[in-house]
């Protein structure tokens, strides 16, 4: 999920359409999903570490490469993680 949701986010942050809303519109909601596939999948990659010592250099190597592209999509698209998910984000501040 995270290569096609990444490619999507990209893509609409080309295709020169953000509609009315600055942080509200496809490309941060999208990017946003990526960032929680990736935290997803580091707390996943954390456990194979733990539980599985003889996987440490293929977790590692994971690991990494999710803390890189973590870094790169928040670089890329700053306002992500303001978007609001409608029925995920809503009730978060409250």
Known sequence: MIPVKSKRAVMS???????EHEIQ???NGTAKVVIKCI????FA???IL??????EEEAIKNLRNL???KTSITEYFPNAQKF???G?????NQ
């Open 88 to 92: 995920f984000d809503e009730n978060q």
């Open 50 to 55: 733990t539980q599985f010592p003889d996987q």
């Open 67 to 69: 803390e890189f592209l």
């Open 13 to 19: 942050s080309m295709d020169g359409f953000w509609g």
């Open 45 to 47: 990659w954390n456990g």
């Open 39 to 42: 935290e997803r999948s580091t």
């Open 84 to 86: 609001i998910r409608p």
């Open 25 to 27: 519109n496809d490309m």
